[in-house]
């Protein structure tokens, strides 16, 4: 359970670096990336940084190589927005729980495709047998 201490650090930290990535980063690996999810450690002295890159055709190790070479820059900004007491480090993942989603609601889509086409079994009703 997060202390009220790491929800305010940790939508900070998410407003703050939501702005720094889209504005400030020059990187063209990182044009198109969204920060997705945060987790705060308990101390607040690192910061695990899910991020998605809407863009499929720029590879996940490249776009988490643009984030750890801008990583010092980020935290310097971040030091300079936020007056925290100590800047945390930056763990960046990406983020895959779109895919998934997306894979999962095809999958769903499937299903119900496939007992559409699926014949329903006779009625008694409907051909006029009885049961008795």
């Known amino acids: 359970m997060a ?6 650090v940790s939508q900070l930290l998410f407003q ?8 400030d980063l020059e990187d063209p690996r990182l044009s198109l990336l969204t920060v997705t999810n945060l987790d705060v450690s308990r101390d607040l002295r690192t910061v695990k940084i899910y991020v998605n890159h809407a863009d499929e055709t720029v590879s996940r190790r490249a776009v988490l190589t643009g984030l750890k070479n801008a990583g010092a820059y980020m935290r ?3 030091a300079e927005r936020c007056g925290l ?5 930056l763990i960046f993942y ?7 989603a997306a894979r999962v609601d095809e999958l769903l889509r499937q299903i119900a495709a496939e007992r559409e086409a ?4 006779a009625d008694p009703e409907q051909t006029g047998e009885s049961g008795a």
């Open 3 to 8: 202390t009220i201490r790491q929800e305010r």
């Open 16 to 23: 703050e670096l939501s702005i720094i990535i889209s504005n």
């Open 76 to 78: 310097r900004q971040i």
């Open 85 to 89: 007491r100590v800047v945390p480090e």
């Open 94 to 100: 990406y983020d895959e729980s779109p895919e998934r």
């Open 118 to 121: 699926r014949p329903t079994p």
